[in-house]
């Protein structure tokens, strides 16, 4: 199985702020990656596919890039909107795994 | 409007069974693949499933196989999961999750979960 890890578990953050989540596949996973967006007792929500594209009505200040095994996804500009679980799974072979999570808080 | 809604969760013996059902609307289902994700309590997301549009290919994560038995009805715009032989570590909040098309596999579509606690 495809091992993702996430780093870092939980980021301390202010509004306006640039954050950076990385993730990396125990291997090559060319392009198949995925980001979520979890809130407090809600369902996951997409917001980057293919490692860089940005799903429909996802705000830009999200991005997300690389490929093979390192990944990132950065929030520009943090809103308070964005304090969330963050989670990464790869989509290029089964079974499906996801990164551990990172949890954006604010400072 | 896209919706997908859990059922049939709750509280089970260790050994014992249960179905869950996920309901679809706002979209042509059939055309769909579907998955099933859990989140234990405090945990990480777990893919546990995946079913094509027309059931001809159905994955399980290693943990669930033999246990647990995804299938669908397409005219009933419903995914099951059937679940037997739970165990403690099977305690979780159950999602079913829709493929997107054109997002690369990406999950697009996300019911509001079903808690499922296995406990004596």
């Known amino acids: 199985d495809i091992q993702m890890t996430q780093s870092p578990s939980s980021v301390s953050t202010s509004v306006g702020d640039r954050v950076t989540i990385t993730c990396r596949a125990s291997q090559d996973i060319g392009s198949w990656l995925v980001w979520y967006q979890q809130k407090p007792g809600g369902a996951p929500k997409l917001l980057i596919y293919?490692?860089?594209s940005l799903q429909s009505g996802v705000p830009p200040r999200f991005s997300g890039s690389g490929s093979g095994t390192d990944f990132t996804l950065t929030i520009s500009s943090l809103q308070p909107e964005d304090l969330a679980s963050y989670y990464c799974q790869q989509a290029n072979s089964f079974p499906y795994t996801f990164g551990q999570g990172t949890k954006v808080e604010m400072k | 409007e896209v919706q997908l809604v859990e059922s049939g969760g709750g509280l089970v013996q260790p050994g014992g069974s249960l179905r869950l059902s996920c309901a679809a609307s706002g979209f042509a289902f059939s055309s769909y693949t579907m998955n099933w994700v859990r989140q234990a309590p405090g945990k990480g997301l777990e893919w546990i499933s995946y079913i094509t549009s027309s059931s001809s290919t159905i994955y399980y994560v290693d943990s669930v196989k033999g246990r647990f038995t995804i299938s669908r009805d397409n005219a009933k715009n419903s995914v099951y999961l059937q679940m037997n032989s739970l165990r403690a570590e099977d305690t979780a909040v159950y999602f079913c999750?829709?493929?997107?098309?054109?997002?690369?596999?990406?999950?697009?579509?996300w019911g509001q979960g079903t808690t499922v606690t296995v406990s004596s």
């Open positions: 999750a829709r493929r997107g098309t054109g997002t690369a596999y990406g999950m697009d579509a």
């Open positions: 293919r490692a860089s």
